[in-house]
């Protein structure tokens, strides 16, 4: 079973604690974002766990318990997203230099073939031209072949709330030019550097451009660890390539805040304010009387179904 923590929520950056408290006990309530009324409970223990996916744009709060987990057993890998926006569109996010440090003291932890660089989403904008992209690209990639030999792009998914801010004008996606200009700008880039490149969720064949069609948390890096994997039965997204995982994260409880974020659907201010305690078996919230729990056993368990919100 794959743990992924998470798309919904960055766990390492702001619940850390609660992490490593559901880690201790050995399971996690995780409810269904879809039937609000059902909540799962998640093994956690290392003979069900095969692999912890933390997705994250700051991970410096889960370094010191790297050795805790290590000594629990636990394989990790680190997904982590470093993007060239300013406090404008990132507003809750660290110094990306200070962040690429901890990255470089992870990769010298679990080992750069578990460390992976996101450059997600691609914008374009008054100030996110083609020419803003190649020089911010080429000189995170500099930075991230410190510590690791891959990494994930995609081109922004306008739907739901992001029609709105679209519609505002701060960002829009990439024309077709400007996809074909990205791609063997980043190419090239990547390969100077000895990256691999990949695309998440391309609705385009970008094999031209030497770019790989590979998910996120895919069947060939955990060939490569050695960590069983099963397919998924129906992607989440169309295009997605990624293998089935189970997610513990609750939406609406990152405090980043960026604006192109599908993750957060409410205010802000709002967002901020809905403290948990790390010591709750539920990253946030409690089980109510009427709740139903069903138990996720492991490794053949059903993925939880992750929800796109509107």
Known sequence: ???????RTDIPAFHSGWMMNRLRAGYALVRNPVSRTTVHRVDLSRRNVDCIVFMTKDPRPMVPHMGEIASMGHVCVFQVTMTPYGRDMEPGVGFKADI?????DLAD??????MVWRYDPVLMGRTMSPEYHRRKFEMLCREASRWTDRCVFSFVDIYGKLVGVEGSGL???????EEDDF????????????????CCCSKRDLSAFGIEPRGCV???MMRSLDIPY???DSPVRDGCRCVRSIDIGEYDTCAHGCVYCYA???????RRSRLYCQETELLWGAVMPRDRLVDIPGRTASRLGDFRPL
């Open 1 to 7: 079973m794959i743990i992924c923590a998470s798309r």
């Open 100 to 104: 690429s440090d901890a990255c470089a």
């Open 109 to 114: 932890r679990i080992g750069r073939d578990r």
């Open 171 to 177: 960002f829009r996606r990439p024309t077709r030019s």
């Open 183 to 198: 791609c063997r700008m980043a190419s090239r880039a990547a390969d100077e550097y000895g990256i691999s490149l990949s």
């Open 218 to 220: 895919d069947a060939a």
């Open 230 to 232: 099963e397919t998924q």
């Open 264 to 270: 957060n659907r409410g205010d802000p201010a709002a």
